[in-house]
Nanobody, 118 residues
């Protein structure tokens, strides 16, 4: 599995960003993919997850209403649309395959930095 995340950057509070993650090694056994984030000095936390077959999505309460996850099966790509960004969203965002319990499985992508200034 090779995961390539992109789209991070430096933005101001209230701005939007869209992250992308290409899973070039996706196989028939890939159930879902998700986004996690890790802020400095904090543990990595779940952000969102989408199931390849059904499109069912799960969003963490901390970002619900502001973040949307989507997918493009043909491109083996997932997206994270982040609106109304807040300084507390500042973190490195990682994509990873996930299981039915939204737990990460397999290899992590390299991460993309999102910095939100106040």
């Amino acid at each position: 599995v090779q995961l390539q995340a992109s789209g991070g950057g430096l933005v101001q509070a209230g701005d939007s960003l869209t992250l992308s993650c290409v899973n070039s090694g996706r196989t028939f056994s890939s159930y879902a993919m998700g986004w996690f984030r890790q802020a400095p000095g904090k543990e990595r936390e779940f952000v969102a997850h989408v199931i390849w077959s059904s499109g069912t999505t799960y969003i963490a309460d901390s970002v619900k209403g502001r973040f949307t996850i989507s997918k493009d099966n043909a491109k083996n790509t997932i997206y994270l649309q982040m609106d109304n960004l807040k300084p507390e969203d500042t973190a490195v965002y990682y994509c990873v395959e996930t299981d039915n319990l939204k737990r990460p499985r397999g290899f992590w992508g390299q991460g993309t930095q999102v910095t939100v200034s106040s």
